[in-house]
């Protein structure tokens, strides 16, 4: 059974590095074919994904979120985490890491951590 788990803090100052880590269990984050996910959900908006790395270790992102964003991973833990820089408020959100895999040219997500919600406030 695969889980997935963000950790990480709840708060983050304006003009500050969010830093949070996704660890997973029951899939290798070196398979291939997977893609690994971070999405947030900002309040009374749609969900957003930021970017993910893949099995091989490319990463890519959004374009709105690239200059501030970096996704790296650990294969000896088996996690990865996510680096967002000079947060603003607009960057209050439930985050989520997720598992996807491209099903007809589209990724889709099978696993989904819980969420945690990040607040950038002084």
């Known amino acids: 059974q695969v889980q997935l788990q963000e950790s990480g803090p709840g708060l983050v100052k304006p003009s500050q590095t969010l830093s949070l880590s996704c660890n997973i269990s029951g899939a290798s984050i070196t398979t291939n074919y997977y893609y690994w996910v971070w999405i947030r959900r900002p309040p009374g908006k749609a969900l957003e994904r930021i970017g993910h790395?893949?099995?091989?270790?490319?990463?890519s992102y959004i374009p709105s979120l690239k200059s501030r964003t970096s996704i790296s991973r650990d294969t000896s833990e088996n996690q990865f985490t996510l680096q967002l820089s000079s947060v603003t408020p607009e960057d209050t959100a439930v985050y989520f890491c997720a598992r996807g895999t491209v099903v007809e040219g589209t990724l889709k997500y099978d696993n989904w951590g819980q969420g945690t919600q990040v607040t950038v406030s002084s």
């Open positions: 790395i893949t099995g091989s270790g490319r990463t």
